[in-house]
């Protein structure tokens, strides 16, 4: 049997059992509040992770590349949602996923983006290495669905669900036959500080996507999709009437960021960094560590949050988080291991972490560590019990 022992480091933990009660929690959530789950799956990137999410009952995923698409596509799901705004150049490799079988949904927020696509599928564009006809479409099974994007929160992208350019937008693509429904992501309740923030955060992403859609109704186009979702206002949800899905993607793994929010529990985050302690700096109570920012990423997101958790929060081999101790400072390969009490608290950190001890140390922000790493090391307690890969680039 593989144990952690057994690995280099730093490397990327998943820890199953913590995965697995993440997935089956959010499914139940949203098996009560009646919306389909559409995992975002760019946290993990990894088609062993998204199979689970999909035995748990989601339905489809959603991607933020086209890279992830295709290779989702390639590993058996084909009913992909595309969240982030289609580039014109992006159009040609858009329709040769449709044309070889995967119902794409994309997402446009402007009327050059909805005329683009719509005087691309018209013609057939041949922007990939085929034409895409609409009997080439239907032939393959695969069909392209746009949604608009609906800026709930001020927070990015997407178009007011007030504003005349939502039916401007929504009758071109209707004229193309392309339009499928809107779509928000509150990424504004990151900043929320109390459960009552949260809350009023996910009505307010619900309620504003929702009238989106009635006015797209109201108006005589079509608007079978309402797709809303981040991790926390999914799980701060009251109610959803008037959504049909929800998509939410860091909940797989959690991290600090989200147990700032109180979505989670820092033992309930299943991504952790194993590191090895390489030197100390007893006079200043610093602990050195092989996992820098190169292992942990740059994100610093608990910084705006109550309890700034530096670069991550320590733990010991096991998982157990060591109360106080943070990685407080990180160099490419070094991490600087600190309490946050400083050296007074920290004292004896030679004999407290022994040159080669091994620590794990959980994220600030899973989806930033994860993609710092080729792989995961899939761990239950002190087994490995596979390693799976994930995916980068674009
Ligand atoms: C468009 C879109 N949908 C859904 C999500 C999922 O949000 P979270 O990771 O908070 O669950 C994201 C995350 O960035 C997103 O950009």
Avoid at 135 to 155: K, Y
Avoid at 254 to 259: E, G, I, N, R, T
Avoid at 348 to 365: A, E, K, S, Y
Wanted: hydrophobic share 45%.
């Amino acid at each position: 049997m593989t144990t952690l022992a057994d690995l280099d480091t730093p490397a990327a933990l998943l820890d199953e059992p913590r995965m697995n009660r993440a997935i089956a929690r959010m499914q139940q959530r949203m098996d009560t509040l009646g919306v389909a789950l559409r995992p975002h799956v760019k946290t993990a990137k990894c088609v062993e992770v998204a199979r689970r999410q999909r035995e748990a009952g989601a339905r489809g995923i959603t991607v933020s590349t086209l890279k992830e698409a295709s290779e989702f596509f390639a590993a058996g799901f084909d009913d992909i949602t595309y969240a982030i705004g289609l580039a014109p150049h992006r159009i040609g490799a858009a329709l040769d996923l449709v044309r070889r079988g995967c119902r794409l949904k994309v997402v446009v927020d402007s009327l050059a983006a909805a005329s683009a696509l719509a005087a691309a599928t018209r013609r057939g564009d041949t922007g990939a290495a085929s034409g895409v006809s609409a009997a080439a479409r239907a032939d393959a099974g695969g069909r392209l669905d746009v949604l608009v994007e609906i800026d709930t929160d001020g927070h990015r992208a997407g178009i007011s669900p007030e504003a005349p350019l939502l039916l401007e937008v929504g009758t071109v693509l209707h004229a193309a036959g392309l339009l499928a429904g809107v779509l928000t992501h509150c990424g504004a309740s990151y900043g929320c500080r109390s459960a009552a923030t949260l809350e009023a955060m996910a009505e307010q992403e619900r309620s504003r996507c929702v009238r989106a859609a009635e006015r797209l109704r109201a108006a005589g186009l079509p608007c079978p999709i309402v797709s809303v979702g981040s991790t926390p206002t999914a799980l701060f949800a009251r109610a959803l009437p008037g959504v049909t899905e929800v998509r939410a993607g860091v909940y797989v793994f959690y991290d600090l960021v989200m147990a700032g929010l109180g979505v989670c529990a820092p033992d309930d985050i299943a991504l952790s960094v194993l590191t090895t302690v390489i030197g100390h700096q007893p006079d200043k109570g610093w602990v050195l560590t092989d996992g820098g920012w190169m292992a942990m990423s740059r994100d610093r997101g608990t910084q705006a949050q109550p309890e700034d958790q530096g670069y991550g929060l320590v733990c010991d081999e096991a998982g157990a988080v060591l109360e106080g101790w943070i990685v407080n400072q990180a160099n490419q390969e070094h991490g600087i291991v600190e309490h946050r009490g400083g050296a007074k608290a920290g004292a004896d950190v030679q004999g407290r972490f022994p040159i080669g001890t091994r620590l794990r140390v959980l994220p600030n922000h899973a989806c930033a560590t994860a993609a710092q790493h080729q792989g995961y090391a899939v761990v239950d307690g002190a087994a490995v019990k596979a390693r799976w890969p994930r995916f980068s680039g674009w």
